[in-house]
């Protein structure tokens, strides 16, 4: 048999692949919308089926330049929660319904856990999000997925289903629960684009640049969950290393395993690297959280004991910058609009008090401000751990008035 040049098979992958995605982009276009609200389990079996029929169109093109190919790999980047990008009790148990699904029913593809030593021979990156659907009449959740092949960063195939239960589990799972920030990044939103990204489409470029580092952010937190403290830290480490490895996620991390094994010094320095990152991006929010209807900081020391110097790193770190600040203050959504916005500015002016404190020049850079829970990010009121996001406190820089 004649050997056929890698360049001759490069350009025959790459038409194929750009045939596919024509015929994945017009196929697309006659998808029919989503049916109706089914129950969660039922809701996860359809998105999965719908995903996997769409991918026979790709493997036939692939089939007659990649005969080497007898089953696709896949591995599922962690699913999340649409609004606020975390994982969730719900989204791993949607998670683990996608890999008994597929295992059972699809037997072409073979499904490989998301990490950094799978993702260098995986073909294509599923992922998925679980959106809060106000608006969508009986159906108060949806769920999307998406599969994209890694090497060209075609979507190649998008589902949606719209899931009927009305009470899921949405608290945060262990690592997120724990973080001292909202890590919701432009990576992370680059990845909930990519799985509302319709077939034939381009995924997020900066999502998929980052996936080896996700995959080593992944192996941590499952590390840190689990309790192994020292494997976990390292992980992170070896992440924060990466040329992409400055993110938030990864100094959370850092921050909650150097707290935890005992390592005062290395975690103050690491919040500090982390309030100055979020800083840098304008996306520093910090979970202060207050006794309910209070100024005051809540007494739990499991909680709050750590305030003093998160609240000390922020000011060193604002003090640093020529730019001003803006202290925005958030509830959750319990009591009157009225009330809220009263008390989230006054929270705000509490921070912005214990910050100066900290370094007096801020006195002349500081503004606050109040949001009650016109931001909220949950919505849910529930005034518990799923919902400590709503009761965040922001810091935005912004130009200094003349």
Known sequence: ?????????????????????????????????PGNAMPFEQAVDQAVDDLMVQTKKLPGFLAKVESSMKQSRIVIDPLLESASGQQTEVTRVAEQRIVQRMQAQFEQFTVTPFNSTEIATAQYVLNGTLVRDKEAGGSPYRLNLALTEIKSGVVIAQSVARISDA???????AFFRDSPVNGKDRGVEGYIRTAE????????ALYLERLPTATVMQEATAAYEAGR??????????ASRRPDGQQLRVYSGLYLTQSQLGRTADAEKTFGTLARLGLETNNLSVKFLFKPGSTDFLADPKISAAYPMWLRQIARQAAQIDSCVVVTGHTSRTGSEAVNERLSLQRAVTVKTRLVGEAPPLAKKLREAGA?????????????????????????VTACEA
């Open 1 to 33: 048999m004649m050997k056929i040049p890698s360049s001759l098979r490069s350009a025959l992958r790459a038409m194929a692949l750009g045939a596919a995605a024509v015929l994945l982009a017009a196929c697309a276009a006659q998808r029919p919308q």
């Open 372 to 396: 009650g829970f016109r931001e909220n990010i949950v919505g849910t009121g529930a005034d518990d751990a799923s919902d400590a996001l709503d009761r965040r406190v922001e810091f935005k």
């Open 229 to 238: 403290l020292q494997e976990a830290l390292a992980r992170y480490d070896a």
């Open 197 to 204: 990204t319709q077939p034939g489409q381009a995924a997020d």
């Open 167 to 173: 009470s899921l589990d949405t608290r945060p799972t």
